[in-house]
């Protein structure tokens, strides 16, 4: 039996009941995907540098990567010495391995900077940390998910990328509307869904996978819009999201929204992929005419994941809630770099590395021994209820001073004039990030600022003329030259 029938074996009747109803003959394109992997994709992060210079570093690396045709900011690898994920590159924050459809609806949103950004199921944080490098870490994205282990992994590619501008809660996403009543300029819901869209890297969802399961997601999404909607102020944008295929996930949901609130579907143009409309009915179900303004992204037109992205903008104001135990506002401190007692260790580190002062002036910061850095507006939206974490943490205080951390290099780290070391080679960075001591002419004594090729790369200690690395562990060993 081939591989082909042997997929095909395994498709539960409702789901290829659903496919042919969706799709007619085309459903089999859908289940050739099935356990398939498409070539891996990926962005930089120009929170850490432009595309030339964090290019160069993972070229270096003997990874081989080309521009996805259509996509300015989007590349597809094409050759690998080791996996990707396990990159100098990666662990750096340099980029971010995402489907270009899981892209799509930070694009289609278009946040801009200084505006409040409402991310309801945020983690892991594909699409939290593309928005915040989109509005340079300005403005506000108040990120959300109710399963902690995920936001571990969000909390963990925040710092990693360098985002500075994200505040963190744990909630159900429906309370949002209420607690956060008209706050947000834009929205970005993208729930848990059934995931059919991902059945090329996914093929367990097949185990699972039911319609009376997506029924009911669909309620729960259905209660996750009107939240998102609520939360939206007059005017505002949303995107609506899923990576799966079912109407009721999706056209719906929607529709439902349509329905029931003041808001309107807005044309959706994605130069370079392939997309179809919104469905306006299926199975008997009839939709909004408007629907055809969403799109579906089918996998196997783009060789991406499969996706359904709807936009929509809320045209007028809604009446107020009424709420029976509302959350009081938490008081959060924050200070500028004048104000003390952050200021003593800003200048510290300022004369040390002899940084301009008005760099730290961008920001605004909270001090509990580590010093966290936040984007101005993050100070000023209100908090009911203390985040799980927000800011990047760029430092420590010390008995004598302040240490910067990898993540306080990486961002101001390109302005300091003095203790600074550019490494010459790749083969003493390599010995550098697996946290060997270097011999190496420095001039002073202290922390110094390691760079290579001018791109800052982490932090070491210098005592008599010998470098002491102080990069993170990774958990494993890099290896950025050949091996023998």
Known sequence: MNRTNETANKIPADLYKLMDSLLGAEKSRIFEQVGQKL??????????????????????????????????AVFRLRAAPSSLGKSLSHFLGHIYVQDLASMVPPLVLAPRPGERVLDVSAAPGSKTTQMA???????VILGNDVVLKRLRSLTTNLQRMGVLNTTLFKWFGEQFGNQYFEQ?????????????????????????????????????????????????????????STCTLTPEENEGVVDYALRNFPVVLETIKLPGLKTRPGLT?????QYSPDIRKAVRIYPFENQTEGFFIARLRKTM???????K???????????????SPVKKYLDFLSEHFQIPREEFGRYVYSFRNKIVAVSKEMAEIPYFGRPLQFGLTIGRAMDRGAKFSTEGCHLLGGTARHMVLDLPDLETLERFVNRETLNLDVKGRGQVIVKYRNCPIGY????????????????WSFRLTPGD
């Not at 490098?133 to 403005?139: C, E, K």
């Not at 104001?317 to 709420?323: F, G, I, K, Q, V």
């Not at 135990?325 to 104000?339: A, I, L, N």
């Open 39 to 72: 070539d891996q994709t990926f962005r930089f992060n120009p929170l850490k540098g432009g595309n030339d210079l964090l290019g160069g570093l993972l070229a270096e690396q003997g990874f081989e990567f080309e521009p996805v045709e259509g996509q300015t």
């Open 317 to 323: 104001a809604l009446e107020p809630p009424a709420l």
């Open 281 to 285: 009915r299926f199975e008997g179900e």
């Open 184 to 240: 947000f300029d834009r929205v970005l819901l993208d729930p848990a869904c059934s995931g059919l869209g991902t059945l090329h890297k996914s093929p367990e969802v097949l185990s699972w996978w039911t319609r009376p399961y997506c029924a009911k997601l669909s309620l729960s999404q259905k209660k996750l819009i009107a939240s998102a909607i609520k939360a939206l102020r007059p005017g505002g944008v949303m995107t609506y």
């Open 133 to 139: 490098a989109m509005i340079n870490n300005q403005g």
């Open 325 to 339: 135990k509302p959350r009081s506002r938490v008081q959060m401190e924050f200070q500028t770099h004048k104000t």
């Open 460 to 475: 070491g200690i210098c005592e008599d003329d010998r470098l002491r690395s102080s990069f993170p562990k990774a958990g």
